[in-house]
């Protein structure tokens, strides 16, 4: 039942408005965490939730007012210097937006939230009395969860907080999931479930802790669904209308050349004329193609806002100190990449925290401060966005991590004794490979890295690794600007052409048979030293053999390299994709069309390879 009718317009502008500016009030929250003193931020979060509260008002949502009102009244006493901020007070206002956040997804699903958890409201009102206050599942501090070379539990742990940890981390009360008795073993069948029933629901697996804090069994799943609208700024609209308005006028001047030479005027002066109409329309053009996908570029720094209260929330149950870093934050990207983004991003966030920091001793008894730091930017490199995350931890050891694939039957022991140490490690990026002993609600399931290099290869992205033994480790991203333009290289099978991703292909070679070698019974090329297979189009798309090959495409996916051949090449260009909606052929990711109107098929390589695999 939707309890919003009449007024989804008015709903979908109050949770777009109110979800940034709760993501606003978060990030200012972490800044206000260093500096308690800090006015400014008391007053600007302050307003955050008193507009927030305005507008729940609007909409009837009585349990979200209730609660902006008890958290406004509290920063309202703070900027008054009526009350004083403490660690303790900072868990139970973290846990107040994290019950925001829940309410506002069950807005989204036009359905009314249900009330914050007495423990929360208890806690604030507590707190505006100004009496001491501690939320009974706050998060801990707690021992170091499963080191990477241990095989029982750490030393302390029979002390750790199951139910805070459990409900950091997946945004839920255990005693829901588990009943009253709880241990190790019961979080990690919870958090199992809790996974099934995410997939169930078409959910992602990897939501931020706190995201979800308080779900109970009448709350509204929080079913994860892209935005359709898009924020843009009043000068590239008119930058849009002004290349329309020039592109008008030119088609009127070709119009008329057009009108005078079908009457015979075929002169020099004419065709200058019509010369210089149709430059000028292909000028325009491509500035109003510029024009157009600068409308959906944003700033990533909305992305990038999400994770320190993430990294917050999981070292302080991890019981580390560590700092998340953000810069770059205005690098401009397409939405649609920046929406794809956030799973690989968390991923490595939680990572940097749970794998790559050391706990506080470790890091004293290593000569390092206390406080661990997490680095994570952006910047524009040319036609590509370049996202890095970095920590100052322990680093990886090559040897360990080739040991554990090893260990772990990912590779074998030939395979590992030709690796180099970069190559050791990229099998961090093998389906299945953790470097925890222990299954935690952390990690230890061996699904982390994999995805993250999936996810990234599907936005036609490379993801490249650097470790230092006791300095640290970082990941660097590296994605095109957009997604609706590509660059492509065209090439030829008979009559018909094919595109392959230009971020694929690292040189072009001539194919002789001459050149071509056996090995076990396949067609091999020699490059600089190196023996690499060799694909014929043809057998990849299934159109059998093919001998008339005449150009090879140094191609590179992942770790593989590989000569694909084809008859002929056309060039280079940047097409406009077309998806494939009703029907898609396997192997082929979209279609364009040439400048001589053909249509082309742009491959999906990987695709097209795994079907090479399996035969």
């Known amino acids: 039942m939707n309890e919003f009718a009449g007024m989804e317009e008015l709903l979908s502008d109050f949770l777009m408005e109110a979800g940034d500016m709760l993501s606003d009030v978060d990030s200012k929250l972490m800044g206000l965490e260093k500096n308690p003193q800090d006015s400014a931020l008391l007053n600007e979060i302050f307003r955050g939730f008193h ?79 100004g009496k001491p206050v501690a939320l009974a599942s706050k998060s801990k501090p707690v021992a170091q969860v499963a080191p990477a070379t241990a095989s029982t539990p750490p030393a302390g742990a029979e002390n750790v907080d199951w139910d805070a940890l459990y409900k950091a981390l997946t945004g839920s009360d255990i005693i829901e999931q588990v009943g009253a008795k709880r241990d190790p073993e019961q979080i990690k069948q919870a958090v199992d479930e809790e996974e099934s029933t995410r997939k169930a629901f078409g959910r992602r697996t990897t939501d931020v802790p706190g995201s979800t804090v308080g779900r109970r069994a009448g709350d509204v799943p929080a079913v994860e669904t892209k935005e359709t609208t898009i924020r843009v700024d009043t000068e590239r609209l008119d930058q849009v209308l002004n290349l329309s308005g020039e592109i008008g006028l030119t088609k009127n001047r070709l119009t008329h050349l057009r009108t005078d030479i079908l009457q015979g ?52 149950s991890l019981g580390k100190d560590v700092e998340l870093v953000l810069s770059g934050e205005e690098t401009e990207m397409d939405k649609t990449m920046i929406e794809d983004l956030n799973d690989p991003l968390v991923h490595l966030v939680r990572n940097a925290v749970d794998h790559g920091v050391e706990t506080r001793e470790e890091r004293l008894a290593a000569g390092k401060s206390e406080k661990s730091q997490v680095e994570l930017s952006a910047r524009q490199e040319g036609d590509h966005i370049l996202i890095v995350i970095s920590d100052d931890g322990k680093g990886m050891r090559p040897e360990v991590i080739r040991n554990k694939a090893i260990s772990k039957g990912l590779i074998t022991n030939e395979v590992a004794n030709t690796l180099d140490e970069n190559q050791c490690l990229e099998l961090i990026f093998l389906p299945g490979f953790s470097t925890k002993d222990e ?92 023996v690499l297979p060799v694909l014929p189009l043809t057998q990849l798309i299934g159109w059998g053999s093919n001998e008339r090959s005449e150009v090879g495409v140094l191609m590179q996916f992942g770790n593989n390299s590989f000569i694909l051949t084809a008859d002929g090449f056309v060039g280079h260009e940047d097409v406009v994709i077309k998806s494939l909606d009703t029907f898609r052929p396997k192997g082929v990711a979209g279609v364009t069309m040439s400048s001589e109107g053909d249509i082309v098929l742009i491959l999906d390589i990987k695709e097209l390879l795994s079907d090479v695999r399996g035969n």
């Not at 075929?266 to 053009?285: F, G, P, Y």
């Not at 959906?296 to 993430?310: A, C, W």
Request: hydrophobic content about 45%.
């Open 51 to 129: 507009t927030i509260k305005g507008g729940a008002g609007f909409l009837n949502a009585n349990e979200l007012v209730t609660l902006c009102h008890l958290t406004e009244n509290l920063f309202d006493k703070l900027r008054n210097n009526q009350l004083s901020l403490n660690a303790e007070l900072m868990d139970v206002i973290f846990a107040a937006t994290a019950e925001v956040r829940r309410m506002f997804s069950a807005l989204q699903q036009s359905q009314q939230p249900s009330s914050a958890p007495d423990e929360i409201l208890s806690a604030l009102k507590t707190a505006l009395e």
């Open 265 to 316: 005027r075929n002169d020099a002066d004419t065709l200058r004329e019509l010369d210089q109409a149709v430059n000028q329309l292909d000028m325009l053009v491509v500035n109003l193609q510029n024009a157009v996908m600068k409308t959906r570029m944003q700033p990533i720094g909305r992305l990038f806002k999400k994770y320190p209260r993430l990294a917050r929330d999981l070292a302080r």
């Open 439 to 530: 299954i935690s609600s952390v990690s230890g399931r061996g699904v982390g890295m994999d995805v993250v290099r999936t996810n990234i290869q599907k936005l036609n992205g490379t993801v490249n690794i650097h470790s230092e033994p006791g300095i640290g480790t970082t990941i660097s991203i590296s994605l095109p600007l957009t997604l609706a333009i590509l660059p492509v290289l065209v090439l030829r099978l008979g009559n018909q052409s094919f595109a392959v991703p230009l971020s694929m292909v690292r040189e072009i070679l001539p194919v002789t048979q001459a050149g071509l070698q056996k090995v076990s019974g396949k067609a091999t090329m020699v490059v600089r030293g190196e």
